[in-house]
């Protein structure tokens, strides 16, 4: 069963803000929700996590419902660079370490 | 440092060869992960591994070996190629005690 749903694609003009939903509704209350991206084929780029609470960092922003049955990822003022594949992630504590498990992704582009 | 490197960047087989893919990370982390990312479809992890000596299954396993006898080093194993394996493979380090993975360029496989 798919841990997370996002729309297969967006588009967002340079410059403005890129907003970047993510259904997680099965989530458990120790679950975190991580964001990734992938360009071209390169391998998955960390961006940001969290757990309840909103999250910035130089990257982007994370805004978790109260719910926590959604999240979205926010990207201020996007660039060409930021045309990408983003992955909405939740990350599963298990005694033998920490899963991720992926979704099918966001192809956001950039349009100039 | 160079981070996570793997090889072959491409490898193309016959159904039924045996081979090994190799994953090498020189940032002393102890956790170690392989995943499958198939056409337009996100990451799925196979196998993992939280330290030198300790692998544990992912989400799809079936098919694939691997072993940790070093921090360094995690190679997967295919045993028995199938056409069902054709994808692109990526590994990933994460520091314990963090969540940020890093991931390698990827090998992409082809089984004929």
């Known amino acids: 069963d798919a841990k997370t749903t996002q729309p297969p694609s967006m588009d967002c003009a340079e410059g403005r803000a890129a907003n970047l939903p993510c259904n997680h509704s099965t989530i458990s209350g120790n679950e975190y929700v991580y964001w990734y991206r992938q360009i071209h084929s390169q391998g998955p780029q960390y961006i940001i996590h969290?757990?309840?609470n909103n999250e910035t960092n130089e990257m982007a922003s994370l805004i978790i419902t109260e719910d926590r049955k959604s999240s979205t990822l926010i990207l201020p003022h996007a660039t060409l660079r930021d045309t990408a594949v983003y992955y909405c992630i939740v990350r599963v504590a298990r005694n033998t370490g920490n899963q991720f498990y992926f979704g099918t992704g966001t192809s956001l582009t950039v349009i100039p | 440092n160079a981070g996570v490197t793997q090889t072959p960047k491409f490898q193309v087989l016959k159904t039924g060869q045996s081979m090994t893919l190799q994953c090498a990370q020189d940032?002393?982390?102890?956790?170690m992960s392989w995943y499958r990312q198939d056409p337009g479809m996100g990451l799925r992890l196979i196998h993992y591994s939280v330290g030198a000596g300790i692998t544990d299954q992912g989400e799809v396993p079936n098919g694939y070996n691997v072993s940790r006898s070093t921090t360094e080093d995690f190679p997967l194993r295919l045993l028995s190629a199938a056409p069902s394996q054709t994808s692109v493979y990526f590994c990933?380090?994460?520091?314990?005690?963090?969540?940020?993975?890093?991931f390698g360029p990827g090998t992409r496989l082809t089984v004929l």
């Open positions: 969290g757990l309840k």
């Open positions: 990933a380090s994460t520091r314990a005690g963090t969540d940020t993975q890093y």
């Open positions: 940032m002393n982390h102890e956790y």
